[in-house]
């Protein structure tokens, strides 16, 4: 592995299931978030995790939980999945420290469709 | 309230100059990000300022004025594989993001 990944690729899902979606980082960066894009939109952060075993909530957190159990996994669920959450989910993890530009790399990405 | 505007589209020609231009609106400040994001795929990094001026990376250089609250990314002898979604990203405080809808660039021949 090098980078980010995330699986699936894609989904589609009938409303009212659950879904995880997963995503795992091999470069030890401590920070780690969840977005989704919808066309027209920018980015909006979902959750995040500062480092393991913390997570936060971002802008549109509604219908989604996270957790951080160690430093390369960061899971995001969709507990009862609705036609709102279609869009494409995309991972990304940073190296927070001191004097850094913590700039954030992204996973490919996972396009869920909730029919 | 916090806002970062860029345009939506702009087309340019084969081995131009484009000048993608990015305002926020921000309760703080703590750097700017410029990605590029090609069609179905994830937004990979080009740049970051977070001092006034211009940073150059070969053909794109990114230009900051914090007093105006101004960004932009330059794009020189464009080449048809520029075509892409440019996304402008102001960090406010220590982590979090906040994007812009990104401009779509589309070069022609």
């Known amino acids: 592995i090098a980078g980010i990944t995330q699986a699936p690729t894609s989904q589609i899902l009938a409303a009212g299931r659950r879904m995880t979606l997963r995503c795992t980082q091999d470069?030890?960066?401590?920070?780690m978030y969840w977005y989704r894009q919808d066309l027209g939109l920018g980015l909006r952060l979902i959750h995040y995790?500062?480092?393991?075993?913390?997570?936060g909530k971002g802008e549109v957190p509604d219908g989604y939980s996270v957790s951080r159990a160690n430093t390369d996994d960061f899971p995001l669920t969709l507990a009862s999945a609705v036609p709102s959450q279609t869009s494409v989910y995309f991972c990304?993890?940073?190296?927070?420290?001191?004097?850094?530009?913590?700039?954030?790399?992204f996973g490919p990405g996972t396009r869920l469709t909730v029919l | 309230g916090q806002n970062i505007d860029q345009p939506t589209e702009m087309t340019a020609t084969e081995g131009a100059i484009v000048q993608i231009n990015c305002t926020y609106q921000t309760s703080g400040f703590n750097g700017l990000f410029w990605y590029q994001q090609h069609a179905g795929e994830a937004p990979t990094f080009l740049s970051y300022?977070?001092l006034d001026g211009l940073e150059e990376k070969g053909r794109f250089s990114s230009f900051l004025s914090r007093s105006k609250g101004y960004s932009y990314l330059l794009l020189k002898e464009l080449q048809m594989k520029d075509s892409a979604s440019y996304l402008c990203?102001?960090?406010?405080?220590?982590?979090?993001?906040?994007w812009g809808a990104g401009t779509k660039l589309i070069i022609k021949p």
């Open positions: 300022n977070v």
């Open positions: 995790s500062n480092t393991a075993g913390t997570t």
């Open positions: 990304a993890s940073s190296d927070v420290a001191s004097g850094g530009t913590d700039t954030q790399y």
């Open positions: 990203a102001v960090r406010e405080g220590n982590y979090q993001l906040i």
């Open positions: 470069m030890r960066h401590n920070a």
